[in-house]
Nanobody, 126 residues
């Protein structure tokens, strides 16, 4: 059974940085596209970033372009989300998810993913 575990969340001041990790077990990371989503209190889960099976194609939400980067290390079965210049509106629970067969153009959709992690809290203080 594939499991995803996020780590690296925490409390940071505005302008600070965090690196989230998403470790996959029970499967081979290279067979999955990975997405990061976030959910703030009272809001729907929203797309943050995605990376293709090989890592050659990455997509970022407009709200995080220029500040966040997504990368993967298939040898370590881990995907990273580097978050720089954080702002209070980035405060949310961040989830990683794995998609086995979803088309690249649909990786921004929650419904495209087969497995989800439990989430890690990111809080940005003003």
């Amino acid at each position: 059974q594939v499991q995803l575990v996020e780590s690296g969340g925490g409390l940071v001041q505005t302008g600070g940085s965090l690196r989230l990790s998403c470790a996959l077990s029970g499967g081979t990371l290279s067979t999955y596209a990975i997405g990061w989503f976030r959910q703030a209190p009272g809001k729907e889960r929203s797309f943050v970033a995605s990376i293709s099976w090989t890592g050659g194609n990455t997509v970022l939400a407009d709200s995080v372009k220029g500040r966040f980067t997504i990368s993967r290390d298939n040898a370590k079965n881990t995907v990273y989300l580097q978050m720089n210049n954080l702002a209070p509106e980035d405060t949310a629970v961040y989830y990683c998810a794995a998609a086995n067969f979803a088309p690249a153009l649909r990786l921004y959709q929650v419904s495209s993913y087969d497995y989800w992690g439990q989430g890690t809290q990111v809080t940005v203080s003003s």
